[in-house]
T-cell receptor, first 114, second 109 residues
């Protein structure tokens, strides 16, 4: 059982460049999420998808876009990276969006924007 | 606004008991979660409370008081491998998780 995979593990990116963070799950979960984690702050939701073909904005969506073409994949794109997007990015999934549906996290992508 | 408060850091001794507190103010409540996160790793699920009271799971227990907006995670018989950050999160009325900044627990021999 692989669970959730993310790629790349880490990346250093020049400001202004476009970058796509990949996320794939093999649990057939309906809901998927992208969070960023910064020192001293809680995880903050960027975008989410309750089911394939639908997406929604979280707490900090500006500068990011997502797509959900199928159940398994949920890529996150930074159209034009800025230094404030330096962070650790976690993808997560859950069976549904009910309160009893535990979120499972991928290993994360450490992104540095210079 | 929505707010989750937990201590930044705690220190405890191997074999002892530690209680990590979490207070919250959120728009709606659909459950409270505790996650464990080792340095450089992903958060992993520990517990879920939606009703008042204590939920016990091995060495770990979690308590909830909805009227007080308060929860705690109790870790017994501490082991060195319990050194990690413990994240408190509340599911709000939109079924989104609001996260605290986490409590870094340091275990000393």
């Amino acid at each position: 059982i692989a669970g959730i995979t993310q790629a790349p593990t880490s990346q250093i990116l020049a400001a202004g460049r476009r970058m796509t963070l990949r996320c794939t799950q093999d649990m057939r979960h309906n809901a998927m999420y992208w969070y960023r984690q910064d020192l001293g702050l809680g995880l903050r939701l960027i975008h989410y998808s309750n089911t394939a073909g639908t997406t929604g904005k979280g707490e900090v969506p500006d500068g990011y876009s997502v797509s959900r073409a199928n159940t398994d994949d949920f890529p996150l794109t930074l159209a034009s990276a800025v230094p404030s997007q330096t962070s650790v990015y976690f993808c997560a999934s859950s069976r549904g969006q009910a309160s009893t549906d535990t979120q499972y996290f991928g290993p994360g992508t450490r992104l540095t924007v210079l | 606004g929505q707010n989750i408060d937990q201590p930044t850091e705690m220190t405890a001794t191997e074999g002892a008991i530690v209680q990590i507190n979490c207070t919250y103010q959120t728009s709606g409540f659909n459950g409270l979660f505790w996650y464990q996160q080792h340095a450089g790793e992903a958060p992993t699920f520990l517990s879920y409370n939606v009703l008042d009271g204590l939920e016990e799971k091995g060495r770990f227990s979690s308590f909830l008081s909805r009227s007080k907006g308060y929860s705690y995670l109790l870790l017994k018989e501490l082991q060195m491998k319990d050194s990690a950050s413990y994240l408190c999160a509340v599911m709000d009325s939109n079924y989104q998780l609001i996260w605290g900044a986490g409590t870094k627990l340091i275990i000393k021999p």
